[in-house]
């Protein structure tokens, strides 16, 4: 069992910046793809960023692609999101997910074996 325990959302205006970790405790995330999803209000889940276990091969959401980062420390078990030039509609619950399928196939298919319970970013004008 993994257990992810995400951190770093808050209020922040359009064009600002957040970086959101993910602890990990229970196993070690160097045999999981990891992986960032978020749900704005009334809306489904969507992918935001994965990551090779090594950290060799990283896949984005065309939404976000150029503006987040996501990279992981295996040495800390933790995964991470650098979000730049923030935009009103990235507002969402931000959740942590591990793999251990691929990175591309949790961009594909969601495909995850285990969620964190979210952290809330909200951006405001």
């Known amino acids: 069992q993994v257990q992810l325990v995400e951190s770093g959302g808050g209020l922040v205006q359009d064009g600002g910046s957040l970086r959101l970790s993910c602890a990990a405790s229970g196993r070690t995330i160097s045999s999981h793809a990891m992986g960032w999803f978020r749900q704005a209000l009334g809306k489904g889940r969507e992918f935001v960023a994965s990551?090779?276990?090594?950290?060799?091969?990283?896949n984005y959401a065309d939404a976000v692609k150029g503006r987040f980062t996501i990279s992981r420390d295996n040495a800390k078990n933790s995964v991470y999101l650098q979000m730049n030039s923030l935009k009103l509609e990235d507002t969402a619950v931000y959740y942590c997910?591990?793999?251990?399928?691929?990175?591309?196939?949790?961009?594909?298919?969601?495909?995850?074996?285990?969620w964190g319970q979210g952290t809330q970013v909200t951006v405001s004008s």
């Open positions: 990551i090779s276990r090594s950290g060799g091969v990283r």
């Open positions: 997910a591990a793999t251990l399928t691929s990175a591309a196939a949790m961009a594909r298919s969601f495909e995850c074996d285990y």
